[in-house]
């Protein structure tokens, strides 16, 4: 990364068929998704696998403010159309080979994130907008799948890391093209680092917490508060629980702390 913003002299490049693969695959798992929804005709199930397969790539060049390569030759939506249709028609095989797919689903991520935050920083996007542009470039195929078929958007639930994988990748690349390291290396591990994360959060079931989980915390204390000061009125005693008594502590101790480090 050179000193003026962040400019990239390259950017990390994938050989084009590897780069069709990764979008077949996208196309796959989002036509395998839609197949299991009822009142969708088999035109509706392809335009969802194609979304999914080419959305993010199409995001992250609307972000940049270029044509969409996508658009640019036909095998972008040929490939992503055949494989739509192989995932709309063989969903009872392929979901007994899901493992697989899971794992070439998130090299693709990795890939779709390196190449976005790279090519953002090759045109002189300041290194946190790169890294958005990045990691929508690696999950915009799905969440505008979602967003097509009038869901939740699941990057957006509690569940297995998506973006946050994503992200942790593009910023190990950021890091690693700000110590000198060759744009190649960095982007290989990039997909490493995105795959491993995704693939550890499927396999042992990592997420991020709930919000509302933290607002029970929060509410839990509350209540017990009121219960303390409901029964002071009537025996004229204050009982703290000992979890608010240890909380009270750990606050006290905070206020003490020096500030940093």
Aim: charged share 15%; aromatic share 4%.
């Amino acid at each position: 990364m050179s000193e003026n913003g962040g400019v990239l002299a390259e950017t990390f490049q994938i050989p084009f068929a590897v780069d069709l693969v990764a979008v077949g695959v996208g196309s796959l798992q989002g036509a395998l998704f839609a197949a299991g929804f009822k009142r969708l005709d088999l035109l509706g199930v392809a335009i969802i696998g194609i979304a999914s397969g080419i959305g993010g790539g199409f995001l992250r060049d609307i972000l940049l403010g270029i044509a969409p390569a996508t658009l640019t030759v036909d095998h972008y939506l040929l490939v992503a159309t055949g494989a739509a249709f192989i995932g709309m028609l063989l969903a009872r095989v392929l979901h007994k080979v899901d493992p697989v797919i899971t794992l070439l689903d998130a090299l693709s991520i990795g890939m779709f994130g390196a190449i976005g935050v790279t090519k953002a920083l090759a045109m002189g996007i300041p290194v946190v907008p790169a890294m958005f542009i990045g990691t929508v470039a690696a999950v915009g195929g799905g969440a505008l799948r979602d967003v097509m078929l009038n869901i939740p958007i699941a990057l957006m639930h509690v569940g297995s890391l998506y973006a946050v994988a994503s992200l942790a990748g593009v910023a190990v690349l950021v890091l690693l093209q700000a110590l000198g390291s060759d744009i190649y290396v960095s982007g290989l591990i990039c997909v490493i680092v995105t795959a491993a994360v995704r693939l550890l959060s499927v396999r042992f079931g990592w997420s991020l917490p709930e919000q509302r989980a933290l607002s029970r915390i929060r509410l839990r204390r509350q209540r017990q508060v009121e219960q303390a000061i409901e029964e002071a009125l009537h025996t004229g005693a204050i009982t703290l629980p000992q979890e608010l008594l240890d909380g009270a502590e750990d606050d006290g101790r905070d206020r003490d702390r020096p500030a940093g480090g």
